[in-house]
């Protein structure tokens, strides 16, 4: 890459952390409601996520177990 692709690349990364940083305390604010809304299905959702994870686990692992299985 040439200077010029760097320089582009660190403006862009500049400009995407000052974005985020002048954005910081209104985003803040907008989304404590939409986590209240979402509270009396917090069990529900871990479980939910639980439940994945673990089948995620088992998948994967079948996955290993017949790609390296010789025939």
Not at 30 to 41: C, E, G, N
Request: with cysteine.
């Amino acid at each position: 890459m040439s200077v010029s692709h760097w320089l582009l690349w660190l403006v862009i990364g500049l400009l995407c952390i000052w974005h985020t940083q002048s954005d910081a305390k209104p985003a803040q604010s907008d989304v404590a409601p939409h986590i209240a809304t979402l509270k009396p299905y917090q069990n529900h959702i871990i479980k939910k996520f639980e439940e994945f994870s673990h089948w995620w686990m088992r998948y994967s692992s079948s996955l290993n177990k017949n790609r390296y299985q010789t025939v």
